[in-house]
């Protein structure tokens, strides 16, 4: 079956503007969340979204901020980008029971300018 | 707190030994734990997980070990391959309510032949 479909794969973006990510799960996962990957911090959890509904928010921001859709996509949005926003952004999939397997995406590589 | 952390940055190992990855974690209340691979370039991929019921998982060439009363995860990979190189992380979940994943800073190894 597919897997997870993360669009784009690379994006640049000059300071101050927003950025919408896309993600889409694997087929009847129903868990989505989104992670901020650079050299400097690591993997970092940004939140994570079940059945429409935001479960877990990680210490961002508020200009980070998500939504998932009745077919389990998800979209995570970042509003008046800063430098420090450049990153790889993963999504990871799972069936949403808790305490399951993530698969993850490739990514989106964000660069701001 | 919220931590997960690795004891070794970078791991150099000869082609045909044996590799453990070490990792501490910090929550002894943590139900489930999962490695994780990660590749130049890629997302990370799933390598092997364990419950906090369990103090030992074997897979194909892979073995992670728990040891609650100290709070170590380590991942064994007998029979180390160039195509083992990668970055390691190792993850933990707080609960059976969630999907989140809270990760450790990651361990290289480097394959030398």
């Known amino acids: 079956k597919a897997g997870v479909t993360q669009t784009p794969r690379y994006l640049i973006k000059t300071r101050g503007q927003q950025v919408t990510l896309s993600c889409s799960p694997i087929?009847?996962?129903?868990?989505v969340s989104w992670y901020q990957q650079t050299p400097g911090q690591g993997l970092q959890f940004l939140f994570e979204?079940?059945?429409?509904?935001?479960?877990n928010k990680g210490n961002f921001p508020g200009r980070f901020s998500g939504r998932q859709f009745s077919n389990s996509r998800s979209e995570m949005n970042v509003s008046t980008l800063e430098l420090g926003d450049s990153a790889l952004y993963l999504c990871?999939?799972?069936?949403?029971?808790?305490?399951?397997?993530?698969?993850f995406g490739q990514g989106t590589r964000l660069t701001v300018v | 707190g919220e931590s997960v952390g690795l004891h070794l940055p970078t791991l150099s190992v000869q082609e045909g030994d044996n590799s453990i990855i070490n990792c501490a974690y910090s929550?002894?209340?943590?139900?489930?734990f999962i490695w994780y691979k990660q590749e130049s370039g890629k997302g990370p991929q799933f390598i092997i997980d364990?419950?906090?019921?369990?103090d030992k998982r074997q897979g194909q060439r892979v073995t992670v070990l728990l040891n609650k009363t100290v709070k170590h995860l380590s991942l064994q990979i007998a029979a180390t391959q160039p195509g083992d190189s990668a970055v390691y992380f190792c993850?933990?979940?707080?609960?059976?309510?969630?999907?989140?994943?809270?990760f450790g800073t990651g361990t290289r190894l480097q394959v030398f032949p």
């Open positions: 990871a999939s799972s069936l949403g029971t808790g305490g399951t397997e993530a698969f």
């Open positions: 087929s009847g996962h129903r868990s």
């Open positions: 979204y079940f059945s429409e509904t935001q479960r």
């Open positions: 929550n002894s209340a943590s139900d489930y």
């Open positions: 364990i419950r906090s019921n369990m």
């Open positions: 993850a933990e979940i707080l609960s059976y309510n969630t999907d989140k994943l809270i």
